[in-house]
Structures are given as C-alpha cells and as structure tokens.
C-alpha cells in the first residue's frame, strides 16, 4: 500500500558538515511530498514541499529533489548548524483523499 | 499565517474517562487532521476530515472518534480513555491539493 519511509532513526553529525535524511515512497498516484521539522516541545512546521520531477526545492539552506525514477524525495543541506537539530519528519499526500501520512522520523543532533 | 487552536494544551485523565479534545481553525480549510506523537516518534494520523459533518478513519482510528460540526471545529473523542492513549495530540489543518498542513501547538494527554 501507499507509505513512506525513514530509513535512520537518529543522525549525529559535527556542525559544518553536510547531512542527507532519507525519504522513500510509495504510491499509486501521483506523488506530492513534503519534509516538516519539529523543534523541541514545537509542532511541526513545513520545510519544503516536492515540485515537478527531478527538479530541486529549497528552503533555509536545506534542499530536496523529487525523483520518481528511485520514488525518493532525500532532505540534504550542504552544511549544518547546531541550530539544525530537530526531528525531521517526511510526509507523503495521497492525492485521491488529501489523506497525508508521515515518516517514523529522523532525530537530527548537530554537536560543536 | 493560518491559525489553529487546540484546547486544553494540556489535560490529565483517568483510565475509563471521556476525554474530548478541541482544534478550532480561522482559515477557511477544508481538511483538518488529528495525529498522535508518542515521546521522540512519528506523527500517526487517527482522523480526518474533508468537509463539515463528516470524517474519514486514519491509520490508528481504535479507540477515537471525530467529530466535524463545522469547517471550523473538529473534536477529538476518547469515549474510554486508557493507558496507552496517553501522548500529545496534533490537529492541523490544510486547503488540501498539495498545499502545507498548519498544525496547533498540540495537547498533551496523560491518562493514568
């Protein structure tokens, strides 16, 4: 059935370095995804949102590209902050319902 | 920036109580969702709703009910709350069509 999925449940990174937190997907329809980040005692809050196929969108440093080839839709940022650290949930639309779903979640810790 | 609003923020229970949670939206959405956050977890999705006085089951719905009196509120119900429905509960809402979710700032739930 329809679902998406995080592969890593906890990444631990030095700042200045860069990340990619994965995100797969299936579907039956056409896919419209999404990464959301959530602060510490937080709701969640949009990051991005997938466009077109193979095309890249970016927000605050942090980018993703929806590729249907490999139904992947990966949240990378090029250098991260301590600031950075959050959950990262990526969440799938089923464009039938408007049901929208979420991944378990990635735990993104940065350290000095 | 759209506004929902989620009563109590906070709310303790005892096992067997009714417990109704509350999400008001000022923004003219049509969709509106309630999911569920276990400590440092994924977002599970209970209820949804698509229009005024009707709802849709989400993955985890046992247990809860929903209820859509207008576009506006959108309730959540524990007819006999128990143990395991002890987590923060989110409402968001959304104009659907691929289009972000706005979330409230959650209720935390303890049901002891």
């Known amino acids: 059935g329809d679902s998406v999925t995080q592969t890593e449940g906890l990444v631990t990174l030095t700042k200045g370095l860069p990340v990619m937190l994965n995100c797969t997907y299936q579907?039956?329809?056409?896919?419209?995804l999404f990464w959301y980040v959530q602060h510490l005692n937080e709701a969640p809050k949009l990051l991005l949102k997938s466009s077109t196929d193979n095309k890249r969108t970016e927000h605050q440093g942090f980018y993703a590209t929806l590729h249907k080839s490999s139904s992947s839709f990966h949240l990378q940022k090029s250098s991260v902050q301590l600031s950075d650290s959050a959950l990262y949930f990526c969440?799938?639309?089923?464009?039938?319902?408007?049901?929208?779903?979420f991944g378990t979640g990635t735990r993104l810790q940065v350290l000095p | 920036e759209a506004a929902v609003t989620q009563s109590p923020r906070s709310k303790v229970a005892v096992t067997g109580g009714k417990v109704t949670l509350s999400c008001h939206q000022t923004?003219?959405?049509?969709?509106m969702y309630w999911y569920r956050q276990d400590t440092g977890h994924g977002l599970r999705l209970i209820h949804y709703?698509?229009?005024?006085?009707?709802?849709e089951k989400g993955d985890i719905p046992d247990g809860y009910k929903a209820s859509r009196p207008s576009q506006e509120n959108f309730s959540l119900i524990l007819e006999l709350a128990s143990l395991s429905q002890t987590a923060v509960y989110f409402c968001?809402?959304?104009?659907?069509?691929?289009?972000?979710?706005?979330f409230g700032h959650g209720t935390k739930l303890s049901v002891l």
């Open positions: 579907t039956t329809y056409s896919p419209f």
């Open positions: 969440a799938l639309l089923f464009s039938n319902t408007n049901k929208v779903v």
């Open positions: 968001a809402s959304s104009l659907g069509q691929n289009e972000r979710l706005f």
């Open positions: 709703s698509y229009v005024a006085d009707s709802t």
């Open positions: 923004n003219n959405h049509d969709y």
